[in-house]
């Protein structure tokens, strides 16, 4: 049993100017979504053997909060390719994971962690799983396979999808 866990980064800032988007930082909400999202993950049983995480300065923040208090979270492994990724090219990063990887959490952006997550569970059709997908949304995925590279649309069971400043559904 192989499990998949993704993140949506916090709430960005977009009212100071930055360079590029990769250097958008976390707002004053996403900084309390990411409190939030912390007290939830630290009562939970949710264990991940890596952590893969988009380069922008967004999810590096968001997924730094957590470490900050949770040390059974392993360091984040920094992949280019989780940034401005859609479905398949999330498949492909998890395609390549190892067999002795049990659970992975993939910290990204949407619209890509939104159609990964839904194909996942609903197979590759152009629905959505999920009204709203918001940020520093919390999803859990089950795969029952022992091979990453058996990963497929429709694969999946839901686990659990929480959203902060609402109950989680497990």
């Known amino acids: 049993m192989k499990h998949i866990y993704l993140l949506r980064h916090a709430k960005s800032e977009w009212d100071l100017p930055y360079e590029t ?8 909400r996403g900084k309390e979504q990411s409190k939030a999202l912390r007290e939830y993950l630290k009562e939970s049983r ?4 890596q952590c893969l995480v988009s ?8 997924y730094s909060s957590l470490r900050k208090e949770i ?7 920094i992949r280019e390719s989780i940034y401005d990724a859609d479905k398949e090219d999330l498949l ?7 067999t002795s990887t049990r659970s ?7 619209p890509g962690l939104e159609a990964f997550g839904s194909a996942l569970v609903l197979g590759d059709i ?5 009204q709203k997908f918001p940020t520093a949304s919390f999803l859990g995925l089950s795969f029952s396979d022992d091979s990453w590279k058996n990963l497929s649309w429709g694969s999946c069971q839901l686990v659990v999808f929480w959203i902060p400043g609402q109950i989680g559904k497990e």
């Open 55 to 62: 380069p922008a300065e967004r999810t590096l923040k968001t």
């Open 126 to 130: 152009d629905k959505s799983l999920f």
């Open 46 to 49: 949710f264990e991940f053997d």
């Open 92 to 98: 492909f990063v998890l395609h390549g994971l190892s």
């Open 21 to 28: 988007d990769l250097d958008r930082s976390l707002s004053r």
């Open 104 to 110: 992975v959490c993939l910290v990204g952006h949407n």
């Open 71 to 77: 040390l059974r979270f392993p360091k984040p492994e």
